[in-house]
């Protein structure tokens, strides 16, 4: 996690992706998140956690809001938080973030082009603005 696991901090939970663009786009926008936008109230784990049912991830995910980001349909991220005893309080798919950017090329599984990280950056800031709104749900904006 990117710092201790506090009460009312929301998990970002991306999944594993690697090999696709898609998977990239949803972990940068994570790492955006986590670093930038909401690194004081928000953590993220390791989904390959939560597949092995490691207890401390299950735990966090039971007792914390999540948001998934997931490259593809499969809806990995979501659905193994959901398989833990968790709840997606929002799923973000990557694939539906294309939809507004049309033509768009934005890379390689290993990096990412300007319409890449313009697409990254969307999605981190959508997952901001849900962090926050989950914050003032249960009155603990910081």
């Known amino acids: 996690m990117a710092h201790a696991l506090k009460d009312g901090d929301v998990l ?7 090999g696709k663009v898609h998977g990239l786009i949803g972990r940068e926008a994570t790492y955006k ?3 930038d936008l909401a690194s004081e109230n928000t953590a993220t784990l390791c989904l390959a ?5 490691d207890p401390e991830a299950v735990a966090a995910v039971q007792s914390h809001r999540c948001i998934t980001i997931d490259g593809c349909a499969k809806a990995c991220a979501q659905k193994n ?3 833990s005893g968790g709840r997606a309080a929002k799923a973000i798919q990557v694939a539906e973030a294309f939809r507004n950017f049309r033509g768009a090329k934005p890379g390689t599984a290993t990096a990412l082009t ?3 990280w313009k697409i990254t950056e969307a999605i981190a800031q959508s997952v901001h603005c849900e962090a926050a709104e989950l914050h003032e ?6």
């Open 114 to 116: 300007e319409d890449g």
């Open 33 to 35: 998140v986590m670093d």
């Open 81 to 83: 938080v959901e398989m």
């Open 12 to 18: 970002v939970i991306p999944c594993s992706g690697i």
């Open 49 to 53: 956690l939560l597949v092995k049912g």
């Open 137 to 142: 749900l249960e009155g603990t904006v910081r």
